[in-house]
């Protein structure tokens, strides 16, 4: 029998987890589901016209992703604060590794399918709800003589490219996605760093995280530069009076150096968190 | 079985253990008292893996409990004092947790489950506090696993369930299994274990079989002033002076595991000379 992984104990702790906390899921489920209900409502209410654009319905997946999958991963480990919960949840016999594999496949592969297929059952009946509202009141509304009412569609929030002109170059959702799963790995690890209050307290070390990078930027990068600002990232620095992106610039660091940061957030950060968890779990004393 | 060498351990303000020894074997229920706070559950904690030694090694069938390797885990059960179950139907949380238990016995488990008269329809939830140790006690026995760690299993459980638990368990230990029961309670082990040991502040104050016990001590009442002056520890009863004295005439009584306990936490070098004489 393998110490470290099995998949037969695997598929045993994978069942064992959604036996134990089937009814919380189904819960938590019913939950978002409820919320997303209420907003998209909420906004029907107060302004049927522009409720449901393609922007407002991204905003809301992500904003709603966030939040709720952070909050999720502030629990996985909460366990772990409860002395009878812990012993409990230590004492399985199944390798440290495969219970880390079986919180991120319900943190982050599960969490994440449910939540979509949510928002998309609850997206696609309010499109629906509101284009039925707005076309019974078309007539009187204010419009153009010659306007045809023009129905709202459900949003693809997986894609989103920013054109140039010469076609989608740069697609902001990919950015957000990929950093979605890096925050939900930091608060994955803050469930373990901190037992009680998790998610206050791993939000308070994000934020001082991002202020952290914001001193070093005002503080350590702006001194030692002319003055100028930052475009395009932090690859690039534009002197004052130089607009011109095809003029000579003064600071540029290589292009590779950008696509290693943003390699970073995207392939290293959320495993990165994943990996400090699996040893913190293994230290793990109750 | 058991194999505890020079165990070192502490919390952040304070020592727990200090060069502390113990060996167990399989085939025998120990009964491990002492006082609140003096380490029982502490020193359980350690040999199940879910606190590691500062210094000095823990050897539980070749395995080190601290890396919690599922081949250890599966050798080894816990019944915590404070514990943790589901609130799932009793049957759920037997499939769920079960299969992670090779030698885990449902005809076992469902023997028990009738002796402590649990209703087996219930969720967990809306059973009682002693209802849901009586369950995880019989859960573990089912288990049958080497080692099986008990931390005040009958705190919480009444007289009528204590004494189905002194049942279940005299029936469920057999040559290949190491039962550690942790108590205060030391009446409550009375006719179950066979090997006693008694810690206090992190050292082993005593540490004999029953037999051992029963061959050089003696326990029983006496009004003979003379007899109560001589004897190793007395107190005064009801029912007149309860005595324990050196086991002369190789007769046996029945040991007062309250009276002996006590003959050793106030003063044991008597009680020992008479072990070593």
């Given at each position: 029998m393998n110490q470290v992984f099995d998949t037969s104990r695997f598929g045993l702790l994978v069942r064992k987890h959604w036996g134990d906390n089937r009814g919380k899921y189904l819960l938590s489920l019913g939950a978002i589901a409820s919320l997303l209900l209420l907003w998209y409502g909420f906004l029907n209410i107060i302004e049927t016209r522009s409720a449901m654009q393609e922007d407002g319905q991204i905003v809301t997946y992500y904003v709603g992703l966030f939040i709720t999958g952070s909050l999720y991963a502030s629990l996985l480990f909460s366990d772990l604060a409860n002395k009878p919960k812990a012993i409990?949840?230590?004492?399985?016999?199944?390798?440290?590794?495969?219970?880390?594999?079986?919180?991120?496949?319900?943190?982050?592969?599960?969490?994440?399918?449910?939540?979509?297929?949510?928002?998309?059952?609850?997206?696609?009946?309010?499109?629906?709800?509101?284009?039925?509202?707005?076309?019974?009141?078309?007539?009187?509304?204010?419009h153009e003589a010659q306007e045809v009412f023009t129905p709202r569609e459900v949003a693809n929030v997986f894609y989103r490219g920013v054109s140039d002109g010469t076609g989608p170059h740069f697609d902001p959702l990919a950015m957000a996605f990929t950093l979605f799963f890096g925050v939900q790995g930091a608060y994955a690890l803050g469930s373990i760093y901190f037992p009680a209050y998790s998610f206050i307290k791993t939000t308070i070390a994000l934020l001082l995280l991002a202020l952290l990078y914001v001193l070093v930027i005002a503080k350590v990068l702006y001194p030692i530069l002319p003055q100028g600002y930052f475009d395009d990232g932090l690859t690039s620095f534009y002197p004052y009076g130089i607009n011109d992106p095809n003029s000579e610039k003064l600071v540029e660091v290589p292009g590779w150096v950008g696509q290693v940061v943003f390699g970073f957030f995207r392939y290293v950060l959320a495993p990165a968190f994943w990996v400090i968890t699996y040893f913190r779990l293994k230290e793990k004393e109750v | 079985?058991?194999?505890?060498?020079?165990?070192?351990?502490?919390?952040?303000?304070?020592?727990?253990?200090?060069?502390?020894?113990?060996?167990?074997?399989?085939?025998?229920?120990?009964?491990?008292?002492?006082k609140n706070g003096t380490g029982k559950s502490t020193l359980l904690r350690n040999i199940a893996g879910l606190l590691f030694p500062d210094q000095g090694s823990i050897d539980v069938m070749g395995f080190t409990p601290g890396k919690r390797q599922p081949a250890f885990l599966q050798e080894v059960f816990m019944v915590p004092e404070e514990f943790y179950l589901p609130n799932i139907p009793l049957q759920a949380m037997v499939s769920n947790l079960s299969p992670f238990y090779p030698r885990f016995n449902q005809q076992q488990f469902d023997t028990y489950i009738r002796e402590f008269e649990i209703p087996v329809e219930n969720k967990l939830e809306s059973m009682s506090y002693g209802q849901k140790k009586k369950v995880l006690i019989s859960f573990g026995l089912a288990c049958n696993t080497s080692v099986l760690l008990m931390d005040e299993p009958t705190n919480g459980l009444d007289i009528m369930s204590k004494s189905q638990f002194r049942k279940v368990m005299a029936g469920a230990i057999d040559e290949n299994k190491c039962v550690i029961i942790s108590t205060h309670q030391v009446k409550d082990l009375e006719n179950l274990i066979d090997r006693i040991t008694i810690i206090d502040e992190g050292d082993i104050l005593f540490d004999q079989t029953i037999d051992a016990i029963s061959r050089k001590l003696s326990f029983r009442i006496s009004f003979d002033q003379e007899e109560v002056k001589r004897a190793l520890y007395s107190e005064s009863s009801l029912r007149g002076n309860a005595i324990i004295t050196s086991n002369t005439d190789g007769e046996e009584s029945k040991i007062d595991l309250e009276l002996l306990y006590k003959a050793i936490v106030t003063n044991r070098q008597p009680i020992h000379s008479a072990f070593n004489s």
């Open positions: 409990n949840f230590l004492a399985v016999p199944a390798a440290q590794l495969e219970k880390v594999l079986v919180m991120i496949l319900y943190s982050v592969f599960i969490f994440f399918v449910c939540y979509t297929v949510i928002f998309y059952l609850v997206d696609f009946l309010m499109v629906k709800l509101n284009n039925a509202i707005r076309l019974a009141s078309w007539e009187d509304q204010f | 079985m058991v194999n505890i060498q020079q165990l070192h351990f502490g919390y952040r303000k304070k020592k727990v253990f200090t060069g502390l020894s113990l060996q167990l074997q399989p085939g025998h229920i120990y009964g491990l008292l002492g």
